[in-house]
C-alpha cells in the first residue's frame, strides 16, 4: 500500500462543478502540500498546511491529522483548472512522499 | 524575482551513458531537492542538498550523485543509464531545510534513454 493515496485518480466534470480530490495517508507528518501540474510537467505548490483549513481564491484545502486525511476543493470550476494535482506529505528524513496524482478535466 | 531555472529541458542519451542535469535555485533559497517522476506516476525523491550537505536521500542506486554548489545551485549525475531513467527530473529549492517549507519546483528536465 503506497504511504500516499488519492482518490479519485481521474475526474472530469464539467465547468461550474464542485470539485473534490482527497488523499490519505499513512505516515505521521508535519506538513502536507497540494500541488498542480500542468500539462508539459511544471509544478505549482497551491497549498502548505498542517491543521485546519487555507483559501486561496477558489481553491479550498482542509486537513485533519485524527484522520490522516486531507481534501482539496475547487469551487466554481473552471477548464483552465485542468491539470493533475498532486498530494505530498512530508514524513520525516527530509523528504517528501507524493500521491500518484489526480487528473482533472473540465469541461466548457 | 526569477524562478527556479533547470539546464537542459530536453536531453536524450543512450543505455550505458552518464548525463547531468542542473538546478539553479530562486535567489536566497539555501536547499535544493530533486525528484524523479515517471510518466504517468508521482515524483519520487531523489536528494535534499542544504547548505552544500546533503540532507536526504531517496531510495535511488548509487547511480545517483548530487552536489551543491557554493552558490546553492546544484547538478544531479546518472551513470550508467538505464532505459528506466527516462523520466522527467525536477528540481525544487525553498528557504529552509526542511520540506515542511514551501517548495518551488522548476520546470524540470525530461530524460529520454534510448
Known amino acids: 500500500k503506497n504511504e500516499v493515496e488519492q482518490s479519485p485518480q481521474n475526474l472530469t466534470a464539467q465547468e461550474g462543478e464542485f470539485i473534490t480530490i482527497n488523499c490519505s495517508y499513512s505516515?505521521?507528518?508535519?506538513?502536507l502540500h497540494w500541488l498542480q501540474q500542468h500539462p508539459g510537467g511544471g509544478i505549482v505548490s497551491l497549498f502548505m498546511?498542517?491543521?485546519g483549513k487555507k483559501k486561496h481564491g477558489r481553491l479550498i484545502a482542509t486537513i485533519n491529522i485524527q484522520e490522516k486525511h486531507s481534501s482539496l476543493h475547487i469551487t466554481a470550476s473552471h477548464p483552465r483548472d485542468s491539470a493533475v494535482y498532486i498530494c505530498?506529505?512530508?514524513?520525516?528524513?527530509?523528504?517528501?512522499?507524493f500521491g500518484q496524482g489526480t487528473r482533472l478535466t473540465i469541461n466548457p | 524575482d526569477a524562478g527556479v531555472t533547470q539546464s537542459p529541458t530536453h536531453l536524450i542519451k543512450t543505455r550505458g551513458q552518464q548525463v547531468t542535469l542542473r538546478c539553479s535555485p530562486i535567489?536566497?533559497?539555501?536547499?535544493v531537492s530533486w525528484y524523479q517522476q515517471v510518466l504517468g506516476q508521482g515524483p519520487q525523491f531523489i536528494f535534499q542538498y542544504y547548505e552544500k550537505e546533503e540532507r536526504g536521500r531517496g531510495n535511488f542506486p548509487d547511480r545517483f550523485s548530487a552536489r551543491q554548489f557554493p552558490n546553492y545551485s546544484s547538478e544531479l549525475n546518472v551513470n550508467a543509464l538505464l532505459l528506466g531513467d527516462s523520466a522527467l527530473y525536477l528540481c525544487?529549492?525553498?528557504?529552509?531545510?526542511?520540506?515542511?517549507?514551501?517548495?518551488?519546483f522548476g520546470p524540470g528536465t525530461r530524460l529520454t534513454v534510448t
Open positions: 505516515v505521521g507528518i508535519s506538513a
Open positions: 505530498a506529505v512530508y514524513g520525516g528524513a527530509q523528504k517528501l512522499v
Open positions: 498546511l498542517s491543521s
Open positions: 525544487a529549492s525553498s528557504t529552509g531545510r526542511g520540506v515542511s517549507y514551501e517548495q518551488y
Open positions: 535567489s536566497g533559497h539555501k536547499s
